[in-house]
C-alpha cells in the first residue's frame, strides 16, 4: 500500500495542478447552492475526475469504487483539496450520509448497486426529512408508506430537497405505521428511486433569488419493498445514525468536503479593499474590533477542533465540542456575512448582476445563503436544545 | 496565517499538575471557604499557601539553579485555572509575576537573593499601574501606585519608577512602603495603592532589560488572567445550570425554557472556545512575537465568556441573584476587575488589530 506521505504528496500534485481556478459562472460554496445545469454538469463533472485520480473515497474497498486505502490516506487527500481551494464535492448527501450509511449497513448486494455511482457522482442522491409541516419536529413526518404486496405506496411531500431535481435516489424518511405507540416508532427508512412514476419536483426560489433546492411530491408512488433500510419501525434510529455521519461524530464519510469553510483572511483582504464612508473600512476602528472578534473566533473553532483530539482537555464531557461545532461554525459564518457587507459601506447596497458591485455582489449572496446552514440540519435554536439537553443536562423543552 | 497557532500540545506533566491543582483547590476552596476569606485582611489561607509551597508550585516555572522546578510557564496554566474555578484566591499570581520580572530583568545579584526565595514561598508582588489608569506598562510617572495585588501580605515590591529620566524597575522590601489597602469590586481579592518611595541605584534592575522584563510581566499575567477567568467560567456556567435544574416555577424546572436554557448554551459555547485558546496559548506563548498574539486572543475570549456567563447567571436567578449570597456575583465582580487589569478584551483586541492586520 501506498504510504500516507506518498499519497499526500500526489494528492497535492494533482490538485495543484487541476484545481479550475477561473470559471465563467458563479461557483458554489456549498451543495445547497448548485442553482444552474451549468453549475451542476460543472461540478459532477469534477466530482468525477477526482474520484477518477483516486483522490475520493480513497479508503472505501475497491469492490464499491474505492481506493482500498485508509482513512489516514482520505484524510491527507481531503487537506490537499482545501490547500488548494479546490470545489466542493457535488453528490453530498451521496458522500456524507446515504453512502456510509450503506458501507455500514447496507447487503452485498445495495453496496454493488450504490456505492460506485455515489463516488463517480453518475447517481447523485438527494434526502428526503423534512416536510413542509414538519421541520425542526422531524420525527412528526407524515409522508405515508403503505405496504402493498412487494411495493410500498407514497403519498405526501419533502421540502428542501437539496438538488432534488438531478437526483437518482432519495433516503427517505416516511410513516409505515400510523398506530405506533409513539410518532417515532411509526417511521421507517428507504432508498428510494426518484425517477418513478408518481414523483415530481418542484424548484424552490430561495432568498437569494437562485434556485438550489426542490420540494418532491409523491403521489400514489410505487416503490420496491426492497428499498425498505433496516426494519420497518427503525427509520427513527436510521435516520438518526445518518445524522451522526454528516456532524462528524460517526466515521464513514466517503471525504472531500461540500461545503467551502469562510476563511477570515478573506474578509481581512476585503476589509483592505473596501471603502467605507470615503475611507479604506480597515481603518475605522469598529469595524477593525469587529474583525479581530470573529479572527478569535475562527481561532477558537480550530483549538476546539485540536483539543477534541487530547483525552484529558475534554474528560469533563467528551460530546461536548464535536456536538456544539455545528452550531458555532454556522453562526459565525452568517456573522461574518453580515460584517463583510458593513465593510462594503455604500457598496453593500449592490447585489449579484450589478457591474459597480463587488465581486459580483459574492459577500452579499454569501451573507444570505449562510441561513441555509443555519436553519437546515436543525436550525441554531433546535442545536441549542441539543446542546442544553444532553450536555448540560437540562431538561428537555415541551 | 494563524492556524498553527490552533494547535495544542499537553504535556504528561502539564496533564498531572492538572489534576492534581483541581484535586488540591475543590479539598482548599469550597465556598463557605472562600465566603468565609472575604473578610480576612489577606483574603486567604496561609496554611493552604505553605501547602502549595510543598507541592513546588511556587518553582514551576523557576529554573533549577535557583532552587524551582525548572518548567515552562505554560505549567503554569493548568494551577491557575484550577484556582479560577474554585475561585481560590492566593498570592500565588502576584509572586509568579515578579519572580517572572526577575528572571527577565534582574541582576545575577538580585536573582540569586530572590528567586530561591519565591520558590520556596515568600511573597512577592509587582506595582505596576497607576492613577492615570495607562495600561502602557511603560507608561510612567513614577508617584503613586495602584491596583498593587496581595502587598500586605508581600516581603518584596518589584515596582515601575521614573529614574533619571527613564522608565525602570525596582526591588523594594516591604518595610520601606506605606501602603494603603483600597476597595475593589473583586473581593475575593487584596488591592493597596502606595506613594513610590525614593529610590536608589542599588534598588534597580538593570537598565537595558526593563523594556524586556515589562513585556515578560505583560505577557504571563495576561496567560494566568486567561487561565483564572477560563476555569472561573466553567464554575459559573455549572453553578447557573444547577439552579436550572431545579428550580421550578409554573409547575415546571426553570431549565426547560428556552429563553433561559438558550443563552446558557451560548455562554457554554464561549467558554468552551475561551478554553482551547487557552491551552493553545500555553503552547505557543513563548514564540516570539506570536505568543503575544496567542495569549491576547485567549484573555479577550475568555473575559468575553465569564463577564457573559456571570451576567447571564445573575440574571437566570431572579430575585436571588439580585442578593449577596448568591454566588453569581463573585463572578461578575471577578471578571470586572479582570477587566480593569493589564486591559479589557476590547484593549486586547485593539492590539490584536495591530498585530494581525
Redesign the interface.
Given at each position: 500500500m501506498i504510504s500516507v506521505e506518498e499519497f499526500a504528496k500526489q494528492a497535492d500534485a494533482w490538485f495543484a495542478e487541476h484545481t479550475p481556478r477561473e470559471v465563467p459562472f458563479m461557483m458554489p460554496l456549498t451543495f445547497m447552492e448548485v442553482g444552474t445545469d451549468e453549475q451542476f454538469d460543472f461540478l459532477r463533472d469534477w466530482q468525477n475526475k477526482v474520484h477518477a485520480a483516486g483522490f475520493l473515497g480513497a479508503h472505501w474497498p475497491e469492490a464499491y469504487g474505492g481506493g482500498g486505502l485508509t482513512q489516514a490516506h482520505q484524510d491527507v487527500a481531503t487537506r490537499a483539496m482545501r490547500k488548494n481551494g479546490a470545489p466542493i464535492m457535488l453528490n453530498a448527501i451521496g458522500i456524507g450520509w446515504a453512502g456510509p450509511l450503506i458501507l455500514d449497513t447496507g447487503s452485498e448486494d445495495e453496496k454493488r448497486r450504490y456505492l460506485p455511482g455515489i463516488l463517480s457522482a453518475d447517481d447523485i442522491w438527494c434526502q428526503g426529512f423534512s416536510e413542509p409541516d414538519n421541520g425542526s419536529d422531524l420525527g412528526n413526518a407524515q409522508l405515508k408508506a403503505v405496504k402493498d404486496g412487494d411495493e410500498y405506496v407514497l403519498n405526501g411531500s419533502k421540502i428542501w430537497t437539496t438538488q432534488g431535481n438531478y437526483a437518482k435516489y432519495m433516503i427517505l424518511l416516511a410513516r409505515t405505521n400510523m398506530d405506533a405507540p409513539n410518532k417515532y416508532a411509526g417511521l421507517s427508512f428507504f432508498l428510494s428511486p426518484m425517477r418513478i412514476p408518481g414523483v415530481e419536483t418542484t424548484k424552490i426560489r430561495k432568498l437569494t433569488g437562485e434556485f438550489g433546492f426542490t420540494q418532491t411530491f409523491f403521489t400514489d408512488a410505487r416503490i420496491s419493498a426492497d428499498c425498505l433500510m433496516g426494519e420497518e419501525g427503525e427509520g427513527w434510529k436510521v435516520a438518526m445514525r445518518t445524522l451522526e455521519y454528516e456532524r462528524g461524530a460517526r466515521k464513514g464519510e466517503a471525504g472531500g468536503y461540500t461545503i467551502s469553510q469562510t476563511n477570515?483572511?478573506e474578509v481581512?483582504d476585503l476589509?483592505k479593499r473596501a471603502i467605507r464612508n470615503g475611507k479604506p473600512a480597515?481603518e475605522d476602528?469598529v469595524m477593525?474590533?469587529r474583525?479581530?472578534?470573529q479572527?478569535?473566533?475562527a481561532?477558537?473553532?480550530?483549538?476546539?477542533?485540536?483539543?477534541a483530539k487530547?483525552a484529558?482537555?475534554v474528560s469533563?464531557n467528551p460530546f461536548?465540542?464535536p456536538v456544539?461545532s455545528k452550531?458555532?461554525f454556522t453562526e459565525y459564518a452568517r456573522v461574518t456575512g453580515e460584517l463583510a457587507l458593513e465593510l462594503e459601506g455604500a457598496q453593500s447596497g449592490y447585489y449579484v448582476g450589478e457591474r459597480a458591485s463587488r465581486e459580483d455582489g459574492y459577500w452579499q449572496r454569501s451573507y444570505l445563503n449562510a441561513f441555509s446552514a443555519t436553519i437546515g440540519g436543525g436550525t441554531s435554536?433546535i442545536q441549542?436544545?441539543i446542546?442544553?439537553e444532553r450536555?448540560?443536562?437540562?431538561?428537555?423543552?415541551? | 496565517?494563524?492556524?498553527h497557532?490552533?494547535?495544542?500540545a499537553?504535556t504528561d506533566m502539564q496533564?498531572e499538575l492538572?489534576?492534581q491543582a483541581m484535586r488540591f483547590c475543590a479539598d482548599k476552596s469550597p465556598i463557605a471557604k472562600v465566603r468565609s476569606l472575604l473578610t480576612d485582611d489577606h483574603g486567604f489561607d496561609a496554611a493552604v499557601w505553605a501547602e502549595m509551597a510543598a507541592l513546588g508550585w511556587l518553582g514551576i516555572a523557576i529554573p533549577e539553579d535557583y532552587e524551582g522546578l525548572g518548567l515552562e510557564l505554560a505549567d503554569l496554566v493548568p494551577v491557575v485555572e484550577a484556582m479560577g474555578k474554585h475561585l481560590m484566591h492566593s498570592p500565588f499570581v502576584s509572586t509568579t509575576l515578579a519572580a517572572q520580572a526577575i528572571l527577565a530583568g534582574g541582576s545575577d545579584a538580585q536573582t540569586a537573593l530572590w528567586l530561591p526565595k519565591l520558590a520556596s514561598g515568600t511573597v512577592a508582588t509587582v506595582a505596576l499601574f497607576e492613577p492615570t489608569g495607562a495600561w502602557d506598562l511603560n507608561a510612567v510617572e513614577g508617584q503613586t501606585k495602584t491596583f498593587v495585588m496581595d502587598l500586605d501580605a508581600s516581603e518584596l515590591i518589584v515596582t515601575t519608577v521614573k529614574f533619571e529620566g527613564q522608565t525602570r524597575l525596582a526591588l523594594i522590601p516591604r518595610d520601606r512602603i506605606t501602603a494603603r489597602r483600597e476597595t475593589i469590586i473583586d473581593e475575593m481579592k487584596r488591592s493597596y495603592t502606595f506613594e513610590v518611595p525614593d529610590v536608589t541605584e542599588s534598588d534597580l534592575m538593570p537598565a537595558k532589560d526593563a523594556v524586556t522584563a515589562l513585556e515578560r510581566i505583560e505577557l504571563v499575567a495576561n496567560l494566568l488572567q486567561a487561565a483564572e477567568l477560563s476555569g472561573a467560567a466553567?464554575a459559573c456556567?455549572d453553578y447557573t445550570?444547577d439552579y436550572?435544574?431545579t428550580r421550578k416555577q409554573f409547575g415546571?424546572?426553570i431549565?426547560?425554557?428556552?429563553a433561559l436554557?438558550?443563552p446558557?448554551?451560548?455562554a457554554?459555547?464561549d467558554a468552551?472556545?475561551?478554553?482551547?485558546?487557552l491551552?493553545?496559548a500555553a503552547t505557543h506563548c513563548e514564540k516570539q512575537g506570536e505568543g503575544e498574539i496567542a495569549v491576547r486572543?485567549a484573555n479577550?475570549?475568555a473575559e468575553g465568556a465569564l463577564s457573559f456567563a456571570a451576567d447571564r447567571s445573575i440574571q437566570f436567578h431572579g430575585g436571588f441573584g439580585f442578593t449577596y449570597d448568591c454566588d453569581a456575583q463573585l463572578y461578575r465582580r471577578k471578571a470586572m476587575f479582570a477587566a480593569s487589569q493589564f486591559g479589557d478584551a476590547?484593549f486586547h483586541?485593539?492590539r490584536?488589530?495591530e498585530l494581525?492586520?
Open positions: 477570515p483572511l481581512v476589509a480597515l476602528p477593525r474590533d474583525l479581530v472578534t479572527m478569535i473566533e481561532q477558537a473553532m480550530m483549538a476546539n477542533r485540536e483539543r487530547i484529558p482537555l469533563e461536548a465540542l456544539l452550531l458555532q435554536q441549542r436544545n446542546i442544553g450536555v448540560l443536562g437540562l431538561p428537555k423543552t415541551k | 496565517m494563524t492556524q497557532l490552533a494547535k495544542i499537553l496533564a492538572r489534576d466553567m456556567i445550570v436550572l435544574k415546571k424546572v431549565g426547560a425554557f428556552q436554557k438558550h446558557t448554551v451560548d457554554f459555547v468552551e472556545g475561551a478554553r482551547s485558546l491551552y493553545a486572543m479577550a475570549k476590547a483586541r485593539a490584536l488589530a494581525l492586520l
